[in-house]
């Protein structure tokens, strides 16, 4: 279908008012219009019945966790929690930025929701922002007891990168043998680094000076700016040791490995009828065209096909080259999930997916290669919606609509963890 006229208005509104696209922008100035964009489409977020703020010890110094309680009191000494983590492309993003998520997500699925600061790149390149969020999720497991959570009902999620991140923390969870995690919600995560990145035309898609393009080819040198501060100077990946908080493990997942086989593909999730805005993957779309993932363009899209008051492919490019340290990091699981060998014994998981968004392809891989591999999938892709919908419910009702699905799934989730400890 056609871009929804909701957010057809919002493209309009950037394009009218000569809005600069992030990867135009150094990154100070992108990690600002950044946070002012997801203000003016969030609003200020629902009150919830409280918020706050404390660190503990990371791999690469103190880590910022932020824990929401919803509005509603929680009936039980030890309820479910989810492990939220932001987007932003690695480089950008905040607490701030998923702050209003949080608590919708709280008050929705009456569960503790918790966020954590991580490292951000170009400053701190893959696998910091893993090793972080790896290290919260371990730290908020040995501490259920202190904050009221059932660590067997723990979920994790997260927006784009975030999402990334998510589904890198089931691989490791898996790899070394827990923590548990009961379920994985994924808003249109990035999943492989290898996924194709052409125009429709066919014309390759520039990124950021010295960064890495699909396949871990130099890619060419972007538009003015694109580069953004902070790209020269060392690594500062945060490595650890091994055995220590957040440190990379051996084997299948270490730096410098073999490639790993793409996942097995299955099935396309199914989505149900009927719902605001959803589209199942591969269905038809108004007019009797099948709807394919990842539309690119739109009323402003320029001569390579790229729309720049959307999200689009050129944006893409700029985020993996400031994630990665070098084309090796591409082929890692922890940065790549699609890549990694084998999805078996992964928790369930929520996958949703936006049509005008150059990352619905590979989040909808991600998902067939869950199903193939034995693991519970719902799919949900939206129809006429661009990237950082979820994350826009001021603006888009799919926003809230699809917040709402999110919760409805978490909630199932969480009773089923409920059932199977009685």
Known sequence: MPLHPQAEAMRARRAAAGTPPLYTRTLAEARAADLADLRAATGTGEQVHSVREFTIDGPGGPLTLRHYLPKAAIDEPAGPGLLYLYGGGWALGSLETSDPICRALANATGAAVLAVGYRHAPEHRFPAAVHDCWAALDWIARHAADLRLDPARLAVGGDSAGGNLAAALTLLARERGGPAILHQLLIYPNTDHRVPRETPAGQPVAGPEGGFARGGEAAPAGRAGEAGEGHAGGRGDGQVPAGQPGAEPAGSFARGGEAAPAGQVGEAGEVPAGQPGAEPAGSFARGGEAAPAGRAGGAGAGPDGEDPA????????????????????????????????????????????????????????????????????????????????????ALLDDGRAAQLFAAERLVAAYGAGREARR
């Open 310 to 393: 959307l999200f689009n492919r050129h944006s893409v490019a700029w985020y993996w080259a400031h994630y990665l340290a070098g084309p090796g990091d591409a082929e890692n699981p922890l940065a790549s999930p699609l890549r990694a060998a084998d999805h078996r014994g992964l928790p369930a998981a929520t996958v949703v997916t936006a049509e005008y968004d150059p990352l619905c392809a590979e989040g909808e891989e991600y998902a067939e290669a869950l199903r193939g591999a034995g693991v519970a999938v719902e799919l949900r892709r939206y129809a006429g919606m661009p990237h950082g919908f979820f994350a826009m419910p």
